[in-house]
């Protein structure tokens, strides 16, 4: 079965920095987007970044761009987002997902992914 894992998550202060981590299994990253959302308290979730299949074009949300970098290792089958200058308002679960995709692009609509995995938990604190 396609099966995704998170983890990395952590309680870290304002300022600090997170690696998240992404394993799938049960289908080979090459021919999947993979993006990652977060969800906090009585919030939809919404997307913060993408990276897609084959030259792995990445894309980053308003709200995290220069501070999140997401990034692949396809021998490992898993994909990354290093989290810096971590603000309170980035405290959420945070998911990756995985949707097929014939384009090079990725996008962070919610509906077009279909794999889905358990969520880490990101506070960011002092």
């Known amino acids: 079965q396609v099966q995704l894992v998170e983890s990395g998550g952590g309680l870290v202060q304002p300022g600090g920095s997170l690696r998240l981590s992404c394993a799938a299994s049960g289908f080979t990253l090459d021919y999947y987007a993979i993006g990652w959302f977060r969800q906090a308290p009585g919030k939809e979730r919404e997307g913060v970044s993408c990276i897609g299949h084959m030259d792995g074009s990445t894309y980053y949300s308003d709200s995290v761009k220069g501070r999140f970098t997401i990034s692949r290792d396809n021998a490992k089958n898993t994909v990354y987002l290093q989290m810096n200058s971590l603000k309170p308002e980035d405290t959420a679960v945070y998911y990756c997902?995985?949707?097929?995709?014939?384009?090079?692009?990725?996008?962070?609509?919610?509906?077009?992914?279909?794999?889905w995995g358990q969520g880490t938990q990101v506070t960011v604190s002092s």
């Open positions: 997902a995985a949707r097929a995709a014939l384009s090079l692009f990725c996008n962070v609509n919610v509906r077009e992914y279909g794999a």
